[in-house]
Structure formats: C-alpha cells, structure tokens
C-alpha cells in the first residue's frame, strides 16, 4: 500500500514523538511528518513533565526504550549520559530523565532530517481536525491551518479532575493553591497518581495527616525481581467469558506459587497477549472486568517502583498516610473546609470526614465526550469520531483508525496511545505505545 506523504500528529507528548520517530524510519524521500505541541515541551507530556526526583519511572530502565525494535536504545542513553555508572539495569530512574530522553530522540531525529525537512514541529494548539476530500485540514489557534493526507492523534491523557468531583483539585494545577504543611487532606484514589501526590507533599514539606480512599484501600504492588513463566498463545484462553478467564489465572498463578514463583511471574508472562486478550473478548467481558476486575488488575499489573514502595510502606505504619476502603457518598463546602461523606465498604457505615483539602488522583481515564480534550470533543460533536463502548477512549481499530458516529471507519483519521484504550486496554506504558507507533508508521509511511 503507498504511504500517506504528509502526516499530522497532533500532540507532542511521548506517543507523538514515538510515532514520529517510528514514521522517519520510512527511507520514502517524500515523507512530511509535523509534530504539532501547545506547550513548550515536546516529548514529556503529562508523565514526564515532572522535576521531582521522587517521581521515578514505574518500568525499569531496561523497559523503556523508545523505539520497538531496539529494546536497548533507552538503557544505552543512560549510561552513554553517564546519568548512572553502576551498569545496573533494573533502576528505577527519575520520569523527569525520561523527558529528557524523549526529548533528545525528537532533537535527533530532528537534526538526522535537517538537510531532507522531512520532520517540522510546531509549538502551537490545534483546535480541530477536519477530513476533506483530498486529506485532513489541521487547523491552530494561532489563525492558520495545515493540510495533510493523515492526521494522528496523540493527545493523551484528560487534564481537568472528573466532573463528579468538584471540589476535589489536581495537585500541581493552579486550583492547588499553597497548604498549611499541617493541614489535612484526602487524596481521592490509592493508586500511582495518589504515590505521586504523596511523593510531591512529601517534597513540600507536608506534615499534616493524609487519608487515601478508593473502593479497596489497597496500594499497587511493589516491583520485585521476578522469573516469569512460559506461556505460548496457545495456552492463553481467548474469546472467553471473564469468569473462565478469572479462573484460568487464578489456578496458574495457584500452580506458579505452589511451584516456588510468584503472581507476577504469571502477570509478567501473560503481558504480551494482554492486547489480545482484551480484544478477543465479547463485550459484556469488557464491561464486566471494568466494573469488578480492574481495581485488583492495575495494582498488580501496574507496579511501583521498591524504593518508593518501602517508604509509602512506612508512612502507613507511622500513622502519616491512612488508606480507607470506601467510596465517596457526598462532598460539601463547611466553614471553609471540606465535609466528605465516606460510605465504608466492610462496615457499610456513613462516616464524615473535615478536610482542608481534596485531591483527586482517580486516575485518567475519562469519558471523552465530556472530557477537557477539545479537539477530541469537537471531532465527536461532528460526527467524525465516538467514544469507545465502555467510554475509556476513542473507539478505533485494531489498526487505529478512528471510527465515526455512523461507523465508519476513516483512512486519514488515526489515533495513539492512552486515547485508544477501549480498543487496546493495554496501552499506557510505553513498551505498548512504542510497538502500536512502529506499527501505526508501517501503515501510514507504507510498508
Ligand atoms: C503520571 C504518569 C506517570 C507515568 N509513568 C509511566 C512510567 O513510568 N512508565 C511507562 O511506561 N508509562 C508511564 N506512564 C504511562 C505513559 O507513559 C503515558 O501514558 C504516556 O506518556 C502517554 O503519552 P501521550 O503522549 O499519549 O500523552 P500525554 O503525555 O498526555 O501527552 C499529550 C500531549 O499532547 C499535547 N496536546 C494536547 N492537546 C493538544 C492540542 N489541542 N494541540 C496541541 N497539543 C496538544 C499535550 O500538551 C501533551 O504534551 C505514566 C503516565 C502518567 C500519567
């Protein structure tokens, strides 16, 4: 199939920079590839926009290579940076050294393709997306607008809390404005977005007592040096009810244990099928383990960091941080705090809570249709794109065209990274975004 010569990816975050990467690898002279990003820093994003050291990537090095087919190209930057000279590959290294990285990869790229300008970014917001008849119109607030034959979007995650919290903020948003270092707070969420709430009070020098709930209370398991088993996709039930699925790694992870290993060896070893898995399931399997499976599947699946493990290990002991079980009944102003109704999960008791202030660490996932993501709203309003069926992004392909109202499928509509979760699930962590770029790049530079 030949390629699309001029492609758009809007957002210059770690998936766009990936996709543009992986297009410039296409030898096609008359590839076009702008990168289009409204802050000033391409490839940090959300995730790796952070300066606090604590802030530590939650795949080690060894995983986080941006490019699919060279599982080394991150590990060799560290040490060729001299960023760490122990030559242990199982660090977990600061998000904030990640961003670097993304971010000397796109100057590389940029400086290999000075003389051919196949590559060009543009510091600047895009507020929509039109397909026309010969390709897309990219059209950015500053007046102007760029015609291409495809346009990708990597937009990634929701930046505003979700809306059935209003008075909860964003840490680090303007609404998160200076504490009393002993005030107290409530940190909506218990899992990585929470550690990384606590982890930046911590660095402000809060002292004041910390309460995180979520519907379990439990923490996300820390990373442990691990052995994972051999599994073949033949040995993975496909296209099951989640029961049968629930059951069939309930028994492995049994016989593993019993064998000497670990529950991680078994999660480890089923990583690469995730993706089928997912997709392979009937729709009420989806929205089944949606509802009940996923609180207990993202804190073992996604691990923290030991280091940051033991110390959030330690604020619990000492009393500093309480994890509750609960969900959140009702939240109201009262005399200038915040009254939060907690209904308990064992007790079933209503319970009130005074807080100085609210975070909500619910993680990321939202219904796009209301979400914050204009250019992903406006698109939806259109009729050019829809949300997924369980809402968790925008429906898509396996190939990740971008699906319309009617469903129709688009040849010049594209989508990446976490915004493709209803079709993929598995596509948060880089190792997932890097190999969906290298394949997404195949089909849009040709192959
Ligand atoms: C806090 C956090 C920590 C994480 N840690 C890890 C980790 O340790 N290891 C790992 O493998 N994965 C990690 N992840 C997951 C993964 O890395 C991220 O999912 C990935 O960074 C997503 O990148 P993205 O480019 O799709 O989205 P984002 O990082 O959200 O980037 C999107 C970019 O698009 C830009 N943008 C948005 N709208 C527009 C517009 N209209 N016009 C122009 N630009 C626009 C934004 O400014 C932003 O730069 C983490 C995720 C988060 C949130």
Known sequence: ????????????GASGVLLAAHLLKSPNPDLRVTLIEKSENFGRGRAYSTALPDHVLNVSAMGMSGYADDPE????WVQASKIITDGNP???????VYGRYLHELLQDNLQRERETGRLRLVRETCLGVSPTPSGVDVRLANGTSIACHAAVLAVGHDEEPSPEHPLAVRIDSPADTPLDDQASVLILGTGLSMVDAWLTLEHRGHRGKIVAVSRRGLLPSPHRKGNPIRLDVADVPLGTQLSYFVGWLRDLIRATQKAGGDWRDVLDALRPFNQQVWQSWPASAKRRFVEHTKAWWDIHRHRMAPPIYARLEKAVEAG??????ARVDGMQ???????????????????????????????????????????VRDLIDRGFARPDPLKLG???TESCAVIGETGSVSDKLFAVGPLTRGAFFEIEAIPDIRAQCARLAKVLAGG
Do not use: N
């Not at 915040?338 to 996932?365: E, F």
């Open 394 to 396: 925008l429906d898509v």
């Open 1 to 12: 199939m030949t390629g699309r010569a001029s492609i758009v990816i809007v957002g210059g």
């Open 333 to 375: 102003e009262r005399s200038g705090k915040l009254a939060v109704r907690l209904k308990h999960r064992r007790s079933q008791t209503l319970k009130t809570l005074v807080v100085d202030r609210v975070y909500d660490c619910t993680g990321i996932t939202k219904d796009l249709s209301t979400g914050s993501i204009a250019v």
């Open 90 to 96: 199982a660090v977990y290294l600061p998000r904030a």
């Open 320 to 325: 500093r941080v309480r994890l509750v079980a």
């Open 73 to 76: 190209h991150f590990w060799r």
